[in-house]
């Protein structure tokens, strides 16, 4: 292919795959990545390759191939391919190997993972600060595990800040329905929700036109998403996984590259929110208003001090 | 005179249909300026490049073969079983299981995880099989209908009782499997495991139950005309509850082989999302249901999956390019394969509930 | 307890049937002619985003929705014609055909639109919803009925049509007799092939109806694979119903109406998991009381020619 | 005189198997012409190339004087030919008129217009004395009165030429009796009438001229004035028929005893209402009556295909009422059944699959678990020669047997179990004449070797033929029972229509 003969051109450039184990398309996280991975790419002179995969099985052998083809670092991602990275890394101790959004011990791997449910623990104060109806609602792409970080960290926040505000969820049962999801999201609209997050992948869109047709409010996850619809979308979660992405190819360059895990919270400014956290282009729309977001911010140094601390749903 | 033109199509048309379907693939690649023969290396090395990628070849084969038995199977004694999915799930389910929670240990334990998969991917579809038999449920739906229950209710049971939380705890997915309770590979390094070989044994040995056996014969009969066997002595509801409890326990067992062999658990959702159910219809419909044959269509379909994957790593072709081109050559080689079919398919096809 | 069911869900209802139904009504015109159509997801999936297409480059709904319509029935043709010409099997052919949807609305999304995952403009206008005059009036019915888009109205009316064609019209009623028995059918001289296309050309405008309603009714943005699944709802559908319009709109109907109801079941400490099984084990249910309907073709199969 | 239709020199191949050689044939204005000939002489694939169903391979067709060919059955509608088939093709879920006008339908803007169309198929009812129920459904119909569906069908659509395929087969004797009325109507109506069939009388009696095909070649056209049975016979098997074999009258053990026997109907009328008789060795119970009386409920009641509500079934002896059917086939059973293409075979398997059926089982046909096809192929060859069943090999799919071939198969398949007792359902339909002979020889010899046979027809000349006791079934029960010396056609048809033996000795 076209890499194998950019490679021998220029030998002397580091090579870098990025295995995906999904197809970048309905998660915008993987998207980020690769646009994170690139931007490094760019800056170092590294030659990039971004492999998506189609199913579990083929993670594997994308690792396995990418291993065989000799890159000098094999970046990928998500608890879906920890096993495979287990068996292909534990065989080739030799191989440098990093994995975002989950851990994987061993001494050739290096971990980023990230405590989304303390950005969510912002999210959800910011709800209940906010809401005048005192209900609020999040429409969740499925009941898994996983997800728990979301709605649970969410939860917290929301009772921390207004113990009286009802808390909605309904699960869309798929990650590229948002015409479920914005039924959904209309469903608790009607029950008097004045707030409801999205958090359903790609059915976020959905979730956004519901607001935007039945005026509530919502908010986006990982990137700033208040620019689709700024009088709605009032808030988003953020995930910094382009920022991972690059520190990690950065970490390489720099030769700081060590195993081991690199976590990400609000401390280290992985995961945030919007307006909270970070600026956003958009200005702040007034159901949450400057008062509120001050009080998040309080928040957020109480939990990067410790003196709050919002639970991890997958710790045991 | 008849016979022998018939023999050199049947081998002619699948080639011709194969030779078409890279033209119009190749005439798609040209559309989006993709290198088209670099793509067709890179498709042919990823399945069959070397032996790493003929080893993962077969390791996909695996599923959809033992699936594809299954379904052709079933269609032999006339009946359409889309249950695949769910037997293959709830199997692998069960097979896991077992391999966890069963005392013991060695080849013994794996050997009744694959018994216990089979078992419970053969009694799901039983359920189906009954139902048909006893209430005339549609067959063909009960079983698609039943997918989404099987697939709902293993999500449970690794999402909520059985989820492992050793680990990360954020997929819903059982314990791994201690290494004493798994199928070995057949090389080390590679994919491929001891699955494939008992998947072939298993097609020869459908090959030779349809062709030669009692059974084999009073399947056939069934499926060309339920009454004229009837009418023979066969027992009808019994027959087809054997057949959809084999047809059934093959999904079962691929499912299975999936957990024993290759991911050493049981994931929610790593068995539907590569979609070997529809897979393994389709080979057993491009091979008629003969056993041998589906031995190969499986193992096509599969080449043209593990190949996609090689376009995708070492060539800058979209990946959706490769699923173009690969339902386009499903498309050509349907059409000509069947060519060859043709009468005993057009008729074939409309006994029992196949619609 | 809270209600099971309110005003907000029902409305919700009538909407998520819509395509369910518009592409169950297009399978039904398939079964009825003999061809058991798995591929109603692709074609659902190529309305969807040909309807965006269409909306993008036109800014004519109309349009739009014919657009979805034509793309769909090429689709349909496709299925037709290796189905009728080359006589591949129709299983085969129909999944074939989702993947080929899947690859081409992805591939093209990037090509078109220049975006991965989803196309979405806020700027661009849906199908209006339209409150209808005196029904919006009437309490409770009202605003379950009202307030929809032309497209969830125009379903329930094909239904109607489709029910009408198929019993009262010379055309509708060559199609049946050839789903009866082909054999009689071409013994008559009737032009068995061109009504087969003319019914699989049928079934392709009404998915594609059903993808313009899925990207430009209920929502207005088109997503990968954002059909998810409702085209093996409307398979089910399809067969449910009996093949008959009326069945048909019953069957998604019921469909509808309990995945609703596992909808506001998720609000109950009951697994989510188990409640989305609901509607999958009420459909079972439903057809034990419809069971050994169609068996009496059975000997209509075993005719000979001679 | 012109002829309104010539066949020229017809050949047709299938492969390089000759259904048809240099056949000709003609059809004069308002004449009835029958085509006779053994099973697989031909006749249907010569009027399959005429009504456009299959292309001829050489020859040339002349309607009218002017050369035509037919790409399709439309062509050949158009032209004013219209055949019935051996095999109705009509749709049962629709209705008569349906039925009739389907193709040529009677609309408005588009719309099927049904009160016009029973209005039109009553009018050409009457016109031609053809009755039928037009609004009711085929499903529900007689054999007799779906013909005269077909027939209508076929005179709605214009032709004036009218093949009827075997149309006398599946008739009682009194709807025989009606069509053969209908087509001398007919033909003196104008129409010109081509008649398949097996029955030689019906020949005489309906046709003006007959033309005899053997082995895909015509071997004797003439005026039916100008012959008589005997001489036809000869032409169509090249042999004079045997006289039927001698019976000595001998005393049985009941061998299949019939108690109370019970199946109640969908609509609550019972379809079997306690039926009882027995079956003794050496003798053959024939059964009469119009089909739909309950004999298909009585047989399958017996081979154990239907589940009965009460009463028992003994055989010999042995109570196998809660039996599967296998187990009564071996307690002694076989069934020659009266759909061959429902029950008796799977016409898309090969005719070794077909012959098979119940030998799989056995000990001399299996090992193990596998088919022993050593011992099976010389014993389907000896069937072929015995019953000269036409076949291109036994791999050739059923369904490309003739009708009359795959019965010789079934037969031969049936008493090939050499069972003691036999259940032989309309065992010659669609059977030549040569053929019939070798099945009805097979039935006695079963009888005078001490077997029991239990017949079915609808053939009252056959159950005449052939039976030692006569049951006549009415309404789902016995109506009355004829010895064979006291049987006569009348006192049987009397039984069949509802009357009573008292009346029928009158
Ligand atoms: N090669 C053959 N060998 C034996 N029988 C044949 C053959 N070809 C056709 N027939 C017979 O001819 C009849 C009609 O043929 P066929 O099914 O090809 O019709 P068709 O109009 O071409 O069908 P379609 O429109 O579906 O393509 C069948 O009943 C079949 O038995
Ligand atoms: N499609 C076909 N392929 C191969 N052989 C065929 C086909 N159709 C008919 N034949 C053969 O051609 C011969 C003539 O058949 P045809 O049906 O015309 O006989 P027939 O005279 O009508 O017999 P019967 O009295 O039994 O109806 C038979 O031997 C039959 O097996
Ligand atoms: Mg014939
Ligand atoms: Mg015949």
Not at chain 4, 210 to 223: C, H, K, N
Request: proline share 3%; net charge neutral.
């Amino acid at each position: 292919g076209s890499t194998e003969k950019t490679a021998a051109k220029e030998s002397n450039k580091k090579r870098v795959a990025l295995v995906l184990p999904e197809k970048i398309g309905v998660n915008p996280f993987f998207q980020q990545m690769d646009e994170g991975a690139k931007k490094a790419a760019k800056e170092f002179g590294y030659d990039l390759k971004t492999i998506e995969s189609t199913d579990q099985a083929a993670i594997e052998e994308n690792l396995r191939a990418a291993v065989a083809e000799k890159y000098d670092l094999i970046i990928t991602s998500s608890f879906e391919s920890e096993d495979a990275l287990k068996k292909v890394a534990g065989e080739n101790p030799d191989q440098k190997f990093a994995v975002i959004d989950t851990t994987v011990d061993l001494p050739n791997v290096r971990s980023v993972t990230f405590r989304e449910q303390e950005a969510a623990y912002l999210l959800g104060a910011a709800a209940g600060l906010s809401t005048k109806t005192n209900k609020v609602g999040m429409v969740v792409a499925m009941d898994i595990p996983l997800l728990k970080k979301w709605t649970v960290g969410f939860q917290e926040g929301l009772k921390a800040t207004n113990p009286k505000a009802e808390f909605l969820v309904n699960y869309v049962g798929s990650f590229t329905d948002p015409a479920k999801a914005k039924e959904l999201a209309l469903l608790q609209a009607s029950k008097g929700a004045d707030f409801i997050a999205g958090a359903s992948a790609v059915g976020d869109l959905g979730v956004f036109e519901a607001a935007k047709e039945k005026n509530f409010y919502t908010a986006g996850q990982d990137v700033d998403r208040t620019e689709v619809d700024p009088a709605h979308v009032v808030l988003s979660q953020l995930k910094g996984t382009d920022a991972a992405a690059y520190e990690t190819m950065k970490a390489f360059h720099d030769g700081t590259f060590k195993a081991g895990v690199v976590a990400y919270g609000l401390k280290e400014d992985g995961v945030g929110l919007t307006y909270v956290t970070k600026e956003s282009k958009t200005p702040l729309n007034a159901f949450v208003g400057q008062p509120v977001v001050d009080k998040v911010k309080a928040l957020k140094e109480d939990i990067v001090s410790g003196k709050v601390k919002v639970t991890d749903p997958l710790a045991k | 005179m008849k016979r022998g033109n018939e023999h050199i199509q049947a081998i002619l048309q699948p080639l011709a249909a194969v030779l078409l379907g890279l033209l119009v693939g190749a005439a798609a690649m040209k559309l989006v300026d993709a290198p088209v023969l670099d793509t067709y290396i890179q498709l042919w090395n990823g399945a069959f490049g070397n032996l790493y990628f003929v080893s993962s070849t077969m390791a996909r084969a695996t599923p959809i073969l033992l699936i594809a038995l299954g379904v052709g199977f079933a269609f032999r004694a006339g009946v359409f079983n889309l249950g695949g999915e769910g037997q293959m799930v709830l199997g692998a389910v069960a097979a896991a299981l077992t391999a966890l929670y069963l005392p013991g240990n060695g080849m013994g334990k794996v050997l009744l995880a694959a018994v216990a998969g089979f078992t419970v991917g053969g009694g799901w579809s039983v359920f189906a099989g009954w139902m048909e038999s006893r209430f005339k449920v549609q067959l063909i739906i009960s079983t698609l209908l039943l997918n989404y229950i099987a697939v709902l209710f293993a999500s449970y049971l690794v999402s909520k009782p059985f989820q492992d939380k050793t680990g990360s705890a954020a997929l819903a997915q059982t314990k791994m499997l201690d290494p004493a309770s798994r199928i070995p590979k057949l090389f080390t390094g590679m994919t491929v495991h001891g699955g494939f070989i008992v998947a072939i044994v298993l097609a020869i040995l459908l090959f030779v139950l349809l062709r030669y056996s009692k059974t084999g014969y009073e399947v056939n009969m069934l499926g060309k005309n339920a009454s004229f066997a009837e009418y023979g002595g066969v027992n009808r509801p019994k027959l087809l509850l054997l057949t959809m409890f084999v047809s059934g326990g093959l999904a079962g067992l691929a499912g299975s082989f999936e957990v024993l062999g290759s991911q050493y658990r049981f994931v929610d959702n790593a068995l539907t999302v590569p979609g070997y159910a529809w897979t393994g219809v389709m080979a057993a419909l491009l091979a008629n249901s003969n056993p041998l044959g589906t031995v190969a269509a499986s193992i096509l379909l599969s080449a043209l999956q593990t190949g996609a994957m090689g376009v995708e790593r070492n060539t800058e072709v979209p990946l959706e390019i490769a699923s173009v081109i690969q339902a386009v050559l499903i498309l050509f080689i349907s059409a000509k394969v069947s060519f060859s079919f043709i009468k005993s398919k057009k008729e074939g096809k409309s006994n029992g509930t196949s619609v | 307890m809270e209600h099971l069911f309110d005003v907000s869900l029902l409305n919700a209802t009538l909407r998520m049937v819509s395509p369910i139904l518009l592409a169950a009504l297009g399978g039904m015109l398939c079964a009825r002619i003999g061809l058991f159509n798995v591929g109603l997801e692709g074609l659902i999936l190529v309305g969807a985003f040909s309807a965006i297409v269409g909306n993008y480059y036109t800014h004519n709904l109309i349009l739009a929705v014919l657009f979805a319509a034509g793309a769909s029935v090429l689709f349909a043709l496709l299925f037709g014609v290796m189905t009728i010409q080359f006589q591949a099997n129709e299983v085969v052919v129909g999944v074939a055909i989702n993947f080929l949807a899947l690859g081409l609305t992805t591939f093209l999304l990037r090509t078109i639109f220049h975006v991965k995952g989803a196309y979405y403009d806020k700027n661009m206008a849906g199908l209006p919803k339209w409150d209808l005059p005196l029904i919006s009036k009437i309490p409770v019915l009202g605003p379950i009925v009202s307030g929809h888009s032309p497209l969830v109205y125009l379903s329930f009316a094909a239904a109607i049509v489709l029910y009408i064609f198929l019993y009262r019209t010379v055309l509708g009623f060559r199609l049946l007799a050839v789903g009866y028995n082909k054999t009689a059918a071409r013994s008559l001289g009737l032009p068995v092939r061109r009504l087969q296309y003319v019914a699989i050309s049928l079934s392709g405008m009404l998915c594609g109806i059903a993808g313009a309603q899925l990207s430009l009714g209920q929502v207005t943005m088109f997503t990968e694979g954002m059909t998810s699944g409702r085209g093996f709802i409307a398979l089910v559908a399809t067969m449910l119903g009996q093949s008959h319009p009326l069945g048909v709109l019953a069957s998604s109907f019921l469909f509808g109406l309990t995945d609703a109801i596992s909808t506001r079941l998720q609000s109950f400490s009951v697994p989510t998991q188990l409640t989305a099984m609901l509607p999958y084990v009420l459909t079972i249910a439903a057809m034990f009381f419809l069971r050994g309907r169609g068996a009496e073709d059975d000997k209509a199969n075993q005719q000979s020619s001679r | 005189m012109a002829y309104k239709l010539e066949m020229r020199n017809m050949t047709k191949l299938y492969g390089s198997f000759a259904a048809n050689r240099q056949v000709s044939f003609s059809l004069r204005s308002g004449e009835v012409h029958a085509v006779i000939g053994e099973n697989g002489a031909g006749k249907t694939t010569l009027m399959r190339m005429l009504y456009g169903m299959e292309q001829p391979t050489a020859g040339e067709i002349v309607l009218d004087g002017k050369v035509v060919s037919f790409q399709n059955p439309a062509d050949a509608i158009r032209h004013g030919i219209g055949m019935v088939h051996q095999h109705f093709m009509l749709f049962p879920q629709l209705t008569a008129a349906e039925n009739i006008v389907i193709g040529h339908e009677p609309a408005k803007g588009g719309f099927l217009q049904r009160q016009e169309a029973v209005q039109a198929v009553e009018n050409l009812s009457k016109q031609y004395r053809i009755p039928v129920r037009a609004t009711a459904k085929i499903a529900g119909c007689s054999m007799g009165e779906q013909q005269r569906t077909e027939i209508l069908k076929v005179l709605y659509q214009g032709a004036d030429i009218i093949i009827l395929d075997e149309p006398t087969a599946v008739l009682t004797p009194l709807e025989v009796g009606e069509l053969l009325q209908t087509i001398r109507f007919l033909a003196s109506q104008g129409k010109s009438i081509i008649i398949i069939t097996h029955k030689l009388h019906e020949v005489m009696e309906a046709a003006d001229r007959v033309t005899v095909l053997r082995g895909g070649e015509v071997t004797g056209s003439m005026a039916v004035a100008d012959t008589d049975a005997k001489a036809l016979a000869a032409l169509m098997v090249g042999r004079d028929l045997k006289e039927m074999g001698s019976r000595p009258a001998q005393e049985g053990q009941p061998f299949l005893q019939v108690q109370d026997l019970s199946v109640q109907g969908k609509g609550g009328k019972p379809l079997l209402d306690c039926v009882s008789f027995t079956v003794k060795t050496g003798e053959i119970v024939g059964i009469a009556g119009v089909s739909g009386n309950g004999q298909s409920e009585l047989l399958q009641a017996v081979s154990g295909l239907m589940p009965s509500d009460g009463g028992t079934v003994l055989l010999q002896g042995k109570d196998v009422t809660k039996l599967s059917v296998r187990a009564r086939r071996e307690a002694g059973l076989a069934h020659i059944p009266e759909d061959r293409y429902q029950w008796g075979a799977a016409k898309d398997a090969a005719v070794e699959e077909n012959a098979l059926m119940g030998y799989h089982q056995q000990t001399a046909y299996s090992r193990r678990w596998f088919v022993k096809q050593s011992a099976f192929q010389p014993v389907l060859q000896q069937w072929i020669r015995q019953f000269s069943i036409k076949t291109s090999s036994v791999k050739e799919k059923a369904a490309h047997l003739s009708g009359g071939n795959l019965q010789k198969l079934i037969v031969a398949r049936e008493l090939g179990h050499g069972t003691p007792f036999l259940i032989a359902a309309e065992p010659t339909r669609g059977v030549d004449i040569g053929a019939m002979e070798v099945i009805h020889e097979a039935l006695i010899q079963k009888r005078n070797e001490g077997g029991a046979v239990l017949l079915v027809s609808s053939e009252l000349t056959e159950i005449l033929a052939l039976s030692d006791r006569i049951l006549v079934m009415y309404e789902g029960r016995i109506a009355g029972e004829l010895n064979r010396e006291k049987a006569t056609e009348e006192k049987l048809s009397m039984l069949m229509a509802g009357g009573t033996l008292h009346e029928a000795r009158e």
